[in-house]
T-cell receptor, first 112, second 112 residues
Framework: EAQVTQNPRYLITVTGKKLTVTCSQN?????MSWYRQDPGLGLRQIYYSMNVEVTDKGDVPEGYKVSRKEKRNFPLILESPSPNQTSLYFC???????????FGPGTRLLVL | KQEVTQIPAALSVPEGENLVLNCSFTDSAIYNLQWFRQDPGKGLTSLLL?????REQTSGRLNASLDKSSGRSTLYIAASQPGDSATYLC???????????FGTGTRLKVLA
């Protein structure tokens, strides 16, 4: 089954404790991206990747890191999480930037 | 910078009605515009993608139109059903970028 998976789905952590949210797709997509969704603000793009080893900042990259060492995986790293990073995070992928995006189920993060 | 607006934020209609959801964007130079559906606690599902050279796309009871000159897209849902209840989001991909800009969505409730 073609899908985008994210882990974990739910995470509670404390300020400053490094964490990684994994994202994997099995559709051989080149374009992958991370979004955060906050009430009243909609979805905002954090980082995106055009292909392996090619990443770039979205609109809200501060406090986040990403890597793309393999085509199927695009982890999101929070080196020192803060409460303002409490949010619902989505990973998405597509064949190209102008193609239909497929979204993962989301990761709900709470930073205390 | 591109801004995407969806009005109204929420809408309730009786079952069977035809309805139109609106999406406005400030910069007409776009690669494409996509419509998504989001169910509570779930990820986004792509409904329709309209490339900048197209005027409309259809899938079943859904029809999406694009008017770049006026900065508007509409999603038409025919013969609405309770199962159509969800939040509908539009997203534009501005020309010259690889960053999607999302609207904040319209929460639709179809009453049985």
């Amino acid at each position: 089954e073609a899908q985008v998976t994210q882990n974990p789905r739910y995470l509670i952590t404390v300020t400053g404790k490094k964490l990684t949210v994994t994202c994997s797709q099995n559709m051989n997509h080149e374009y992958m991206s991370w979004y955060r969704q906050d009430p009243g603000l909609g979805l905002r793009q954090i980082y995106y990747s055009m292909n392996v080893e090619v990443t770039d900042k979205g609109d809200v990259p501060e406090g986040y890191k990403v890597s793309r060492k393999e085509k199927r995986n695009f982890p999101l790293i929070l080196e020192s999480p803060s409460p303002n990073q409490t949010s619902l995070y989505f990973c998405a992928s597509s064949f190209g930037t102008e193609e239909t995006q497929y979204f993962g189920p989301g990761t709900r993060l709470l930073v205390l | 910078k591109q801004e995407v607006t969806q009005i109204p934020a929420a809408l309730s209609v009786p079952e069977g009605e035809n309805l139109v959801l609106n999406c406005s964007f400030t910069d007409s130079a776009i690669y494409n515009l996509q419509w998504f559906r989001q169910d509570p606690g779930k990820g986004l599902t792509s409904l329709l993608l309209i490339q900048s050279s197209q005027r409309e796309q259809t899938s079943g009871r859904l029809n999406a139109s694009l008017d770049k000159s006026s900065g508007r897209s509409t999603l038409y849902i025919a013969a609405s059903q309770p199962g159509d209840s969800a939040t509908y989001l539009c997203a534009s991909l501005p020309s010259g970028t690889y960053k999607y800009i999302f609207g904040t969505g319209t929460r639709l409730k179809v009453l049985a």
